[in-house]
């Protein structure tokens, strides 16, 4: 009796969570373009799609910029993780509690501050800053993924090889980088995540020239969503659904212990 | 570890100059500045001035009503809605992650497959997902036409204290599972029997032994929903219909709307002095290593 | 753990597969004529569209416009926000753009618009709307006087009252207090409408009070932020913008602020719904918003000769209904006036008069204007 409650209680709550997202995916089917009143099935919208150059140049500048500014931070962290583990321990706490300052500022304030960065050093508005945005706030998230796993790996290793006759970058690429991987790996999943995910930044530093897919949906929203973003939104979710459940059926066992390292951050 | 690779953090140091320090007291810089009409910058205390003075609107609550400043107002108004919220994702998330955790514990299975659609909603864009709540619950909407069937409603949901903190919970409730369940799940199921053996009642084991061992959990969730919760702009921004003021659509439309840089430096200042200084108290109550830790605890 | 890079191969493969579907372009030896108008504000359907009882055939006149200029090929890009449209300006180069009046203005004023060559607009010439011409579309007359030797206007459309006659009873008067006093009425509290953006709603409210929409005396503008206030907290209107439609449609309000355009969507919807679209009135006052979307080519433009082809091609009588039809605003066409349903073209409220439309103003924007205005709305929200 009492697990049935139980279940009951969750199914509640993955209700509350999922109603939105179920009305999302059934209105991208309707034929009128009302958002409460069914007019029929049609796929018109999933067409119309296809020709609407605004959304798919959108959705370009979101991934390109999710790739990149992923690409750039997850690099860059490695380096930096490394030289930061190096530093004597009073000074590697200090730069681990800077690191910390974007997390625990408000994304409002970090969207703010960053444009007024590029408002005072004249940077013009457009796709270099909302890169260099994205990566900023991506930065501090790549590097608390990978630094434990840096501590957890037995620093001798990278001595041994350097005694073996490794140059440091040899013993950097071949010894310290595969000891890494598995940090490296959810910095990299969880920066593209959050860059894809992200409004506040990219609202503040975006300009006029460049929109994501989070900026085109917030202005139609503000005078009516187009059914074609919940088309898109329903491809993009469905694909997203079926690579994860694959990869979940297959590696079920590991989900639970990645997700402590990798929380998904601050999305809204 | 060898000397040498220091050398590999300086980038990052100038990094974390330019991008973290550089901008937030550049932030502090325009609170302090404006421009005039000359183009150039001078020094006033006029954003600080707007913050704590200006118009008055009545405050109410509790019954209670008083003339406070605007931006006061909104403030205090953002605090108490951000509050609700997090006590509500708490009383809402802490069974659900503890019901999750029990699972795990005691059949490990079921969790994975739960936990992974707890976070499987967050790949749909949150806009569109916030949006979508107002088909629900319009006056003519799915949840009033279903109250229609047993005769209740039409319910007015939007556009008021309901609607926004609904919103709010909505979107952070993972965020409250999350870490609460990442601590609950390490518990040794030894420990409760232990306790039971020991003659605790369930409830007894829950007040004296889950939940103490859960604060950090606790703790780190509060911090992911309250912060957000107090400083979001979309949610209000969506779910008042435009026309509801928090401090986040506060600071936005001056940056935004009025173009008063000095203002929403000012109103800026202050919010982040607050979140540090609630953060410091929050921070104290965790693990004294925390600081170099993963990202939950 | 070596299985986790199974998790993000698919990822990024996912995200590569998708990237080529933003990009893919056919090139040929056609020249281009790039256009960049508003989103949802051309006719784009093959539908046949009953309106007002009359049946019209839809097409999509931008596959229309290649097959009647095979010399070029169109490159069609949307906007929802006329900053943004101007921001884009500098960047990138169109040969048609489509901004709102005080945009024009404002392009006009800063050089970025050539004048057109109207010995090729033969279809502007022989069936753009007198009255347009009457319209004051700047309070800077010179710029008054020369703005359509810059701009075709393309659609127009007013601010007025969307009312239930079986509720109200029918409105005679274009007096803006007869007009607007329902929407401070709280007879019909959670019955109002009211868009939710700034200029509308202190518009109204000027307006009612018997000021300029661009008034800029504080005394006017506390007595406009004080009745919105007193609106809110007596009337609670409904606050939105695309779900208002449903929900005059629906009965569940009984009037509001509307543009004409929303108000023949109403109708229609209504007459889908089986019911009388004549319940839903819409009244146009005396003194109240008009805004104009024009068509110009700016001065960095590359294919001017396309451009004076698609502006004149837009006045085409066939293609110029199509569109009316399809965009419900006000058409600037004779011929399509004829030809589009009697009761809407002699409905003084969407084709004003010439007394009525010298009383209309546009929004105006300056500093000044958007400063007070927004201190006021700041407050308003406040509240």
């Known amino acids: 009796m009492k697990r049935k409650l139980n279940l009951l209680y969750l199914i509640l709550v993955y209700v509350f969570l999922y109603a939105p997202i179920v009305v999302l995916i059934v209105f991208s089917f309707n034929a009128s373009k009302s958002r409460t009143a069914w007019g029929g099935f049609t796929l018109d919208w999933y067409v119309k799609l296809f020709h609407n150059s605004e959304i798919l140049d959108a959705l370009k500048t979101t991934l390109i910029i999710a790739c990149s500014s992923a690409l750039i931070s997850t690099a860059f962290a490695v380096l930096s993780c490394i030289g930061i583990y190096a530093l004597p321990g009073r000074q590697r706490r200090l730069v681990m509690s800077i690191t910390n300052i974007p997390n625990i500022t408000p994304d409002l304030v970090t969207g703010i501050a960053l444009m007024l960065l590029f408002f005072f050093i004249n940077m013009p508005f457009g796709f270099v800053t909302l890169l260099l945005a994205h990566t900023a706030f991506n930065v501090p998230y790549a590097i608390l993924s990978i630094m434990p ?10 001595e041994a ?16 980088i595969p000891e890494i991987k598995p940090g490296i790996l959810t910095a990299l999943i969880l920066t593209f995540t959050l860059s894809i995910d992200d409004f506040v930044i990219s609202y503040f530093t975006a300009g006029n020239e460049v929109t994501t897919l989070a900026l085109t949906i917030y202005s139609m929203a503000r005078k009516s969503v187009n059914p074609q973003i919940n088309a898109l939104s329903t491809l993009l979710f469905v694909s997203v659904l079926i690579l994860l459940v694959i990869v979940n059926l297959r590696t079920s066992r590991q989900f639970s212990r990645r997700r402590k390292t990798a929380t998904p951050g601050a999305l809204v | 570890m060898n000397k040498s690779l220091r050398r590999l953090s300086f980038p990052y140091l100038l990094w974390i100059l330019i991008f973290t320090v550089v901008p937030l007291l550049l932030v502090a810089f325009f609170a302090l500045t404006a421009y005039d009409s000359n183009g150039s910058l001078y020094f006033t205390l006029d954003g600080f001035k707007n913050v704590f003075g200006g118009d008055t609107v009545a405050f109410s609550f509790l019954g209670l009503s008083v003339q406070l400043p605007l931006y006061i107002n909104v403030f205090i108004r953002s605090l108490l809605i951000a509050m609700v919220c997090t006590l509500l994702c708490l009383l809402l998330g802490y069974p659900a992650a503890w019901i999750m955790a029990k699972m795990e514990i005691e059949h490990r299975r079921g969790s994975n497959i739960l936990l992974f659609l707890l976070v499987m909603p967050m790949w749909m864009n949150a806009l569109l997902r916030t949006y979508a709540w107002l088909a629900l619950l319009e006056p003519k909407g799915i949840v009033n036409n279903f109250l229609g069937l047993f005769g209740l409603g039409p319910v007015q949901f939007l556009y008021n204290d309901f609607g926004i903190g609904l919103g709010m919970v909505y979107n952070y409730l993972p965020f409250m599972v999350l870490p609460i ?34 604060r950090p959990g606790i703790l780190s969730g509060i911090n992911m929903v309250l912060m957000p ?18 401090i986040g659509n506060a600071i936005e439309r001056q940056y935004m709307v009025s173009r008063d840089y000095t203002t929403g430096s000012a109103l800026s200042i202050v919010l982040l002095i607050f979140v540090l200084l609630s953060m410091q108290i929050v921070a104290r109550n965790t693990d004294p290593d925390a600081d170099e830790g993963g990202l939950v605890a | 753990m070596k299985k986790q890079v199974k998790w993000l191969g698919p990822l990024l493969a996912a995200a590569i597969l998708l990237l080529p579907l933003a990009g893919c372009q056919s090139s040929g030896k056609r020249q281009k004529v790039y256009v960049y108008n508003w989103g949802e504000y051309i006719s784009d359907s093959d539908d046949s569209f009953t309106f007002y009882g009359q049946t019209y ?32 300006l500098d960047t990138q180069s169109y040969d048609v753009i489509i901004p709102s009046e005080y945009m024009v203005t404002r392009l006009i004023r800063e050089d970025k618009l050539q004048k057109l060559d109207y010995s090729q607009l033969t279809n502007v010439e022989q069936y753009m709307d007198p009255r347009l011409k009457e319209i004051r579309y700047s309070e800077d007359d010179t710029i008054n006087q020369e703005i359509l030797d810059y701009a075709v206007p393309y659609f127009y459309c007013t601010v007025g009252l969307i009312y239930n006659q079986e509720v109200l009873g029918t409105i005679d008067s274009t007096d803006p207090q007869d007009v607007w006093s329902v929407l401070f009425d709280q007879t019909y509290n959670g019955q109002i409408g009211m868009y939710n953006s700034m200029r509308e709603s202190i518009g109204v409210a000027l307006n009612y009070l018997g000021y300029s929409l661009n008034s800029v005396d504080a005394d006017q503008l506390e007595a406009a932020k004080t009745l919105l206030i007193k609106q809110r907290k007596e009337v609670q209107p409904i606050v939105g913008v695309d779900e208002l439609k449903d929900k005059y449609v629906s009965g569940e309000l009984v009037a509001g602020v509307a543009w004409s355009g929303d108000h023949t969507v109403v109708q229609q919807r209504l007459e889908a719904a089986g019911e009388d679209p004549d319940v839903m009135q819409y009244v146009l006052p005396e003194g109240s918003n008009i805004s104009v979307d024009m068509m110009c080519i700016p001065k960095n433009a590359q294919n001017v000769e396309g451009a004076l082809a698609f502006i004149n091609y837009m006045y085409d009588t066939e293609v110029a209904l199509k569109n009316a039809v399809y965009v419900g605003y006000s058409s600037p066409q004779t011929e399509v006036l004829k030809q589009l349903p009697e009761v809407l073209t002699s409905n003084v409220n969407y084709y004003p008069d010439e007394t009525l439309l010298k009383t209309l103003e546009v929004y105006e924007s300056t500093d000044e204007i958007d400063k007070k205005y927004d201190e006021i709305w700041q407050v308003y929200l406040a509240n």
Do not use: W
């Open chain 3, 57 to 88: 055939q839809l097409s999509d006149v931008r596959k229309d416009f290649e097959a009647a200029y095979p010399q070029y090929q169109l490159e069609y890009q949307t906007f929802d926000d006329n900053e943004k449209m101007y921001a884009k």
């Open chain 1, 161 to 176: 090889a350097q005694d073996l006759g490794c140059t440091p970058g040899q013993a950097i690429r071949k010894v310290i």
């Open chain 2, 181 to 214: 369940y990442s601590v609950l799940v390490k518990i040794s199921p030894s420990l409760l029997e232990a306790a039971a053996d020991l003659g605790a009642d369930p409830r007894r084991v829950m007040l004296k032994v889950v939940l103490p061992m859960s």
């Open chain 2, 229 to 246: 919760a107090m400083t979001t702009f979309l949610i209000p921004d969506l779910l008042g219909g435009g026309r509801y003021l928090l």
């Open chain 1, 149 to 158: 796993k840096l501590r957890q790996m037995d620093i001798h290793l990278y």
